[in-house]
């Protein structure tokens, strides 16, 4: 019996295997195009449910940020709402876009600072958000949607075009006026988002974003830390993360051994810590109908995820940093670890869980970039920095 039960075991095994190696073009709809896509068979994968996901931080349901390249907003913001509840239990749905707003002025101060000489685009990283609230604080969603007249859904690409045409005309008459620029930009953002709130009432009394972050928000921006790992940088020390959403070159970033960098991540989800995670989610085993993030076996096998494979695609850009992501929940199943996503991009709503993915560890490791989480989950962690 012990040994017919050994057959069936390497039989169901190598069907697994076998079935995960398929690979082959499906015509799908993405954004009501019909497109070829590569993608293989996830049927035999032991995959979790939503319901599977028994450790999960609190968080509000996933929302879409529709046509607009704010994810690290979007992420971010999701993860300081859930701290927020586990700090204090308070449940505050937060404004993205207030965010968003300062975000693109503090670019576009930059901009005229290096004479044209700095990114100017949608996307950035999730300290950012962490740089923005502790300048210009945070306000409830309810007071600040970056909605209006009578819209539905964010659609920031003429908002964009306005504003990255404006700064072109400077560049190419050297009208470097940072005040005359920085008004001129708020103009063209009051029109396509609304003028953000200077005061507000929220639950009876007045706030300014300022006061509304220290008094109820209760954050302490100096508490959370970014991970990263890369060859590229020495380990346990701190560095540049290169990429072009780094568009102020903060080199704030931790770097450790990425076997260091998978513990800290499910440690942290364990123990009741989510965490805001960065990193490229263009790949085949990342199934938006599946509703699960895989590396297949014939991208790369399972024993061949390491330092230098991860080195490699990050060197040759086959793995890159394209979205942000919220890390809530974490569950064990076919003998693996997955972990829960929360996702605001229109890739997360073609599946059965509307604005989630389950990532296996596999994913993790070779195309999570980095980590944004509070100090006191990786404190042993720190302890090795100078």
Known sequence: MRFIKIILFVVLTVNIIFAQDKAEYQKKFIWDKEKDILTGDFSKIKRPQLKDFKTQAFHFEPIRQDTAGTCWA???????????YRLHSKKIKLSEI??????????ARRFVKEKGDSKFAQG???????????????????????????LKKHNHDSLYDEM????????????????????????????YIGKPPANFDYQGKSYTPVSFRDEVCQLNMDDYVDFM?????????????????????????????????????RNAIKNG???????????????????????????????????????????????DDDHGIHLVGYAKKGG????????????????????????????????????????DAVKDILKKFD
């Not at 958000?129 to 209006?148: A, F, S």
Request: with cysteine; glycine share 4%; proline share 2%.
């Open 74 to 84: 979007f992420s971010t913001t999701s993860f300081f709402e859930s701290e927020i």
């Open 98 to 107: 207030y965010t968003v707003y300062w975000e693109y002025i503090e670019k």
């Open 124 to 150: 950035s990283e999730a300290n950012a958000v962490l740089e923005r609230i502790k300048q210009y604080g945070c306000v409830p969603q309810e007071v600040y949607t970056g909605l209006i007249n009578g």
């Open 164 to 191: 990255d045409d404006y700064l072109q005309f400077i560049e190419k008459n050297n009208y470097w006026d940072e005040k005359i620029v920085l008004n001129n930009l708020k103009q063209i953002l009051n029109k």
């Open 229 to 265: 790992s890369t060859l590229k940088t020495p380990f346990y020390t701190t560095g540049e993360f290169e990429v072009e959403d780094n568009w102020w070159h903060s080199d704030v970033y931790h770097n450790i051994p990425l076997d260091v960098f998978y513990k800290a991540i």
């Open 273 to 319: 810590y989510s965490l805001e995670t960065g990193g490229d989610v263009s790949e085949p085993g990342r199934n938006r109908w599946e509703d699960i993030a895989i590396i297949v076996p014939w991208d790369l096998a399972q024993k061949d995820i390491n330092q230098y494979s991860r080195e490699l695609r990050i060197y040759n850009k086959t793995t």
């Open 336 to 375: 693996r670890d997955w972990f829960l996503i929360k996702d605001s991009g229109s890739s997360a709503h073609y599946g059965e869980y509307k604005g989630y993915f389950f990532f296996r560890d596999d994913y993790i490791k070779l195309k999570i970039l980095t980590f944004m989480v509070h100090k």
